[in-house]
């Protein structure tokens, strides 16, 4: 283990003055300015703030992972690790830091985890590098870290690549990974943001149980107020790039003092206007099943299978939001594919009274669209935002000429308020809402009947997600689209949503309207999902 163990401090972190600037050719962008904050050992420290705030920029500069090349640190920055100053460490020093005294649990699991080695050879690897073990007691150690993080049938698990865990079980990874060598600090960057309010739970338990197993400290980073008061001993309220407030959890959130501060504890997502019902069907399903052979017999016929969806029936009436909720793996997203003819399926899906299996794909794809939960990665990095929004119109409209095309990019844009000036610039140019925004326009841009939104604000905070929502709410009053609204935050949807439909273990199991659902669910675990967002 590093030696850096051995110089107690009162302070186990010390973070001065720090101040990170971004070079980009002719402009400088100053990300973090002037943060200072501290953290003893044991404590749970909440950063909180909206996109573009600084958090994710403050907590990688402490492990000295910002790009050199782009970015400076002022030169009175100051980051002090158990007394040894972290700014100037070579990066041999930093390698021992690393992984070591402290772990770093990234936003994003499947991104993070590596798609061609199993479980057990990623969590090894961290073990064999900086404890000596051999690959023997790696592996006993790996199932330990395993069990120890919930995981279940976790001996099973060694050998899964990280495509075959649910989101939750991917998170539990990683911070199996980031405690195997017993770190001092743990750095948690939105650790449970793409998570169900369950799962989120789960995880949160599971963080204060190593906290005191360990007597770890924790960085907790989110836009999740609610999460960081139930985890957070103190907080840092981050504003562009400064912490505009920090202190006490309890205090902070009893008697906040900044103007901004107030706002997050505030902020809340709006319940839709009441809006006359139509009683016409545009989209129904009966008996829709979906299955996935997990074992065959040796001539290959199947013996057993995964049933992800389990004789739906469901209307969709035009011009309504109808939202589906449930936790991970209850059949949701799978639930959004079928319905748009993504994914082969059993039984009967009607578009207009029509089974979709007779209609043209090119014509449902059409009029049915769906917008995925990451729009980073479902947007093409090579493409202008002009390519990328227009290229459902090359495909769907090949008779309008470049004139028709650019002005119905531009109109697109406008409906989900963003300028025309960005449409030559490119997906990593923007931030999570903007990507989000961008995917809409291309949605829209070939004016669809239905739209599928597969958690769409998951991965936003709270005021940007109540813009998206509004915006949303706006486009489908003047376009008179009908929207099915996937997600996990019973909040959400019931800001957005005229009925719901609550999925669990792939079959529907209450549906009703809105308020309905709310004030008197017939089932406990409708009620538990309730209770988790309250």
Same mark, same amino acid.
């Given at each position: 283990m590093p030696l850096i163990r051995e110089k107690p401090m009162d302070n186990l972190l010390e973070v001065k003055d720090l101040t990170i600037c971004f070079k980009n050719g002719k402009d400088d962008f100053l990300a973090v300015n002037n943060v200072n904050f501290s953290l003893k050992q044991g404590e749970i420290l909440g950063i909180v703030g909206e996109s573009g705030s600084g958090k994710s920029v403050t907590a990688l500069s402490?492990?000295?992972?910002?790009?050199?090349?782009?970015?400076?640190?002022?030169e009175k920055s100051s980051i002090k690790f158990c007394g040894q100053e972290l700014v100037k460490a070579t990066e041999k020093e930093m390698e021992k830091v690393r992984g070591g005294a402290i772990a770093y649990i990234f936003q994003?699991?499947?991104?993070?985890?590596?798609?061609?080695?199993?479980?057990?050879?990623?969590?090894?690897?961290?073990?064999?590098l900086h404890r000596g073990m051999n690959k023997?007691?790696?592996?006993?150690?790996?199932?330990?870290?395993?069990?120890?993080?919930?995981?279940?049938?976790?001996?099973?698990?060694?050998?899964?690549y990280p495509h075959e865990l649910s989101g939750g079980q991917r998170q539990r990874v990683m911070i199996a990974m980031a405690i195997a060598n017993n770190p001092q600090l743990l750095i948690a960057d939105e650790p449970t943001t793409a998570l169900d309010v369950t799962v989120q739970e789960q995880i949160i338990k599971l963080l204060l149980k190593l906290r005191k197993k360990l007597n770890?400290?924790?960085?907790?980073?989110?836009?999740?107020?609610?999460?960081?008061k139930k985890l957070a001993d103190r907080v840092c309220i981050m504003k562009e790039g400064k912490i505009v407030e920090q202190g006490k959890t309890e205090e902070i959130f009893a008697h906040p003092q900044n103007a901004y501060t107030k706002q997050l504890i505030n902020a809340t997502i709006a319940k839709k206007s009441e809006r006359k019902q139509s009683n016409k069907t545009i989209l129904s399903t009966k008996d829709l099943t979906v299955s996935y052979p997990i074992k065959k017999n040796f001539w290959g016929r199947v013996e057993e299978q995964l049933y992800a969806l389990n004789?739906?029936?469901?209307?969709?009436?035009?011009?309504?939001?109808?939202?589906?909720?449930?936790?991970?793996?209850?059949?949701?997203?799978?639930?959004?594919?079928?319905?748009?003819?993504?994914? $082969?399926? !059993?039984? =009967?899906?009607?578009? %207009?009274?029509?089974? +979709?299996? $007779?209609? !043209?794909? =090119?014509?449902?794809? %059409?009029?049915?669209? +769906?917008?995925?939960?990451?729009?980073?990665?479902?947007?093409?990095?090579?493409?202008?935002?002009?390519?990328?929004v227009g290229e459902g119109l090359s495909v769907h409209n090949p008779e309008l000429s470049k004139e028709e095309i650019k002005k119905r990019i531009k109109k697109a844009l406008e409906d989900v308020e963003l300028s025309?000036?960005?449409?030559?610039?490119?997906?990593?140019?923007?931030?999570?809402?903007q990507r989000q925004r961008i995917a809409i326009a291309r949605s829209l841009v070939i004016s669809p009947k239905v739209i599928i939104f597969d958690e769409p604000t998951s991965a936003l905070d709270v005021t940007i997600q109540a813009q998206v929502l509004e915006m949303l709410n706006k486009i489908k009053e003047k376009r008179n689209l009908t929207y099915?609204?996937?997600?996990?935050?019973?909040?959400?949807?019931?800001?957005?949503?005229d009925r719901i439909a609550v999925m669990h273990g792939g079959k529907i199991i209450e549906q009703g309207k809105t308020e309905d659902i709310f004030e008197h669910p017939q089932e406990e675990y409708t009620q538990e999902l309730i209770n988790a967002a309250l």
């Open positions: 402490l492990l000295q992972l910002l790009p050199a090349q782009k970015s400076v640190q002022g994003e699991p499947m991104s993070s985890l590596n798609p061609l080695h199993t479980i057990e050879s990623q969590i090894s690897e961290s073990l064999i023997a007691e790696a592996q006993k150690e790996t199932l330990k870290l395993l069990l120890l993080t919930g995981i279940k049938q976790a001996k099973k698990r060694l050998k899964s770890m400290a924790i960085i907790f980073i989110s836009h999740d107020l609610r999460l960081v004789k739906i029936n469901l209307q969709i009436f035009e011009g309504e939001c109808l939202g589906i909720v449930g936790e991970s793996g209850s059949g949701k997203t799978t639930l959004g594919q079928a319905l748009c003819g993504l994914i $082969s399926y !059993n039984g =009967k899906i009607e578009y %207009k009274g029509q089974d +979709i299996k $007779s209609i !043209n794909n =090119k014509e449902i794809h %059409k009029d049915i669209q +769906i917008i995925f939960q990451d729009p980073y990665n479902s947007l093409n990095p090579r493409m202008t935002i002009e390519q990328i025309e000036n960005i449409m030559s610039k490119y997906p990593h140019e923007f931030s999570g809402g099915v609204f996937i997600s996990h935050d019973m909040s959400v949807i019931r800001a957005v949503s």
